[in-house]
């Protein structure tokens, strides 16, 4: 069995502890090479979420310039944390409850009865 390629825009994951670790090697063109690395805990229930979009960035990016450290597709700790936020505040679409005001909830339950819905 032959090794078989890793494409440019692999990440390293693995467990470490109670965290989900997240390694993105140094991209083409730099000396150093350095390796960025940032951890996720499994129970955050962002923590998915926040893997998905980085891995998304990453297949997306198409040039070593995409994939620097703190661009999208090799994110910093500081914006796996600011990932996290924005996960965490986008709540369930609907109306929010100062949209609801007794003139709309009259005409939603006009609208039940005439459906038969409520008596």
């Known amino acids: 069995m032959s ?20 390694t993105f090697p140094g991209y083409e063109g730099t000396a150093s090479r350095r ?15 926040v893997l ?11 040039t070593p310039d995409q994939r620097k450290i703190a661009s999208p597709a090799t994110p910093t700790k500081q914006q796996i944390e600011e990932m996290r936020r924005r996960f965490m505040h986008k709540g369930p679409k609907g109306p929010k409850p100062e949209d609801i005001t007794p003139e709309k909830m009259a005409k939603a339950e006009a609208l039940l009865r005439q459906l038969g819905l409520i008596s």
Do not use: E
Not at 35 to 49: C, E, G, H, I, Y
Not at 52 to 62: E, G, I, M
């Open 35 to 49: 390796f960025n690395s940032v951890a996720l805990r499994p129970d955050d229930p962002t923590a998915m979420k």
């Open 52 to 62: 998905w979009s980085v891995l998304q960035s990453r297949a997306s990016a198409s």
């Open 3 to 22: 090794d078989y390629p890793l494409p440019r825009h692999a990440a390293y994951i693995w467990a470490a502890g109670d965290k989900i670790m997240l």
